[in-house]
């Protein structure tokens, strides 16, 4: 029974490189099987391209899968071994009509291991052996089971087609290549098919590189949308906010100015009120004053009369009412009409600040519509004044022409100053650099250093983290009169290039695009930069110790 297993499965335990059965079986992650020596020698010629693929269903693994051994498989092969491993046909290993048949099978034929591309015959794993076995088939060669072997025998000559014509683009036979194709550019199938498979491998890695590239735009774009999304949220927030405040303080101005107003109220109505009473109590007083008088009138005797009339003629002061008439009656009118003048100031106000407001929603922008510039004139559209700052100048760099240029000198006298270069002889622009800029450095000597830096790059010593290029907070393009180097956090990568000895820098600090260009009658691009800058840059420069050695920002406009 054990034995009728082993033939049942014995197909199953054999190595799809080396034909044979399992040595050291391991199991790579797309579930195939193979000896350990087989699928690591396999590997071993795929690691220039750093891409590992399964020798039967083609999966490829990055990075390379590490190789384990399959004690299960391993100890099923050692029964098999004991067992006596059988590997008689069975049903499963007869050919059906979509297989590809054993040709050298008399009678019902089995599947087809493999197929010869020199015999041009398919052979099963018995009739295969013998590929492996003589000498005389070292140079055969065996691929996977194909129905197609007859296409590569030559109708006209009925030869091996061995030969292709890159005049015609087309296979052929040996006898074609001195009968009508004869003069023809021909050369043998095998070295067009490595030729072709060279320029298929290019392809791919083209291929690979253009969805690298693709995924990674896919990938900054949904980072802008969150982005967009996230600023949006904040900025609403943020003006809801102000907004309410600013509506809060109206109302308070309002509640304060209705309290002004009732307290003006009610100090007016009082002394109002006091002066009515006044003259009311005088009203009253005088009423009874002229009935006593009438009264006094009607004395028919007159030495009463005159006994009683000095007390009763005298009359009290008058009380003092002459202010009631001074203005015209306006009272609260006037706060009405200060109020509507802030009213209509404050409506001015938001009229002129809302065309600004608008204008800045307008602004916003991800660039998309705009290409990278690709002649110097286009480059032009973003060229960029920029000035040296002396406090940043190392004092073994003299500038002049307006602070553009720097010329590496003696020693000068400048003033200490905690942003200036201590040890390098390095300099920094004044100008911070956000958006789109260009600029040209126009350079003579022994050589010089092209850069640009975040403004808080280390300035005191000369350890690594003030030389530019040298840390991750700056950038820079090495230029001599033979070659370039480009150099970021104290990596150098060589660059090729026609020298020259004008530098063009083009920055989309937005974008996170750096770009350093050779420029003489055309604009060659020399090294490019995507990152994401995270603080304005400043353009720099960073000239040897060499008396003499100049460097200047060119005038572009």
Not at 277 to 298: F, G, M, P, V
Not at 319 to 347: C, G, K, M, W
Not at 362 to 380: G, Q, W
Not at 441 to 458: F, H
């Amino acid at each position: 029974m054990a034995q009728q297993g082993a033939q049942l499965d014995g197909a199953k335990f054999c190595c799809s490189i080396c034909l044979d059965l399992l040595k050291d079986p391991v199991v790579i992650p797309c579930g195939h099987s193979y000896c350990m020596s087989c699928i690591k020698g396999f590997w071993d010629e795929e690691d220039e391209k750093k891409i590992y693929s399964c020798p039967q269903c083609r999966q490829t693994f990055t990075p390379r899968p590490v190789l384990v051994k399959s004690t299960m498989l391993a100890d099923l092969m050692e029964e098999l071994k004991k067992t006596g491993l059988q590997t008689a046909p069975v049903d499963h290993c007869y050919a059906g009509p979509e297989d590809v048949a054993c040709d050298v099978c008399t009678g019902r034929k089995l599947k087809a291991l493999k197929s010869c591309l020199v015999c041009l015959i398919s052979y099963c794993e018995k009739h295969l052996q013998l590929h492996y076995e003589s000498d005389a088939f070292e140079k055969h060669k065996l691929v996977d089971p194909s129905k197609k072997l007859q296409e590569n025998i030559c109708s006209r000559h009925d030869e091996v087609m061995k030969m292709f014509c890159r005049t015609d683009q087309q296979s052929i036979c040996y006898l074609c290549s001195v009968d009508e194709h004869k003069g023809h550019d021909t050369v043998s199938a095998a070295a067009e098919r490595t030729e072709r498979q060279r320029e298929l491998e290019v392809s791919r890695q083209n291929i690979q590189q253009r969805i690298q590239d693709r995924e990674k735009d896919v990938n900054l774009l949904q980072q802008e949308v969150e982005a967009i999304s996230r600023s949006a949220d904040k900025a609403v927030k943020n003006s809801e906010k102000i907004f309410t405040e600013l509506i809060y303080l109206i109302q308070k101005r309002s509640s304060d100015v209705k309290q002004q107003i009732r307290s003006q109220q009610e100090t007016q109505v009082s002394r109002v009120k006091e002066l009515q009473e006044k003259l009311e109590q005088e009203i009253t007083e005088l009423k009874r004053k002229d009935a006593e008088l009438k009264q006094l009138s009607h004395t028919e005797d007159r030495n009463q009369f005159l006994h009683n009339y000095p007390s009763l003629s005298q009359l009290s002061e008058p009380t003092d009412s002459s202010s009631i008439n001074i203005r015209p009656l306006r009272y609260f009118e006037d706060v009405t009409a200060a109020v509507s003048e802030l009213r209509d100031q404050l409506q001015d106000i938001l009229r002129e600040k809302w065309t600004n407001i608008s204008l800045a929603v307008a602004e916003v922008d991800v660039l998309l519509s705009e290409p990278e510039p690709k002649t110097r004139a286009e480059f032009l559209k973003y060229a960029h004044e920029i000035t040296l700052d002396p406090n940043t100048a190392n004092t073994n760099l003299l500038l002049s022409d307006g602070n553009k240029k720097a010329k590496s000198t003696s020693q000068q006298s400048y003033s200490s100053h905690p942003e200036r270069f201590t040890f390098w002889h390095q300099v920094l622009s004044r100008e911070r650099l956000i958006g789109r800029c260009y600029w040209e450095v126009e350079w003579r000597g022994r050589g010089v250093y092209v850069a640009v830096a975040y403004k808080n790059i280390s300035r005191a010593g000369y350890s690594n983290q003030c030389k530019f290029g040298h840390n991750y907070k700056s950038w820079a393009l090495y230029c001599d009169t033979k070659s370039y180097i480009f150099v970021f956090n104290n990596i150098s990568t060589p660059v090729s290039g026609p020298s020259s000895s004008r530098v063009g820098v083009y920055l989309d600090h937005r974008a996170g695009i750096l770009s350093f260009y050779s420029v003489s009658e055309t604009m060659t691009l020399l090294h490019r930069v995507q990152t994401t800058f995270t603080q304005p840059l400043y353009a720099g420069l960073w000239l040897f110790c060499d008396y003499g050695d100049t460097a200047e920002f060119c005038k572009l406009k």
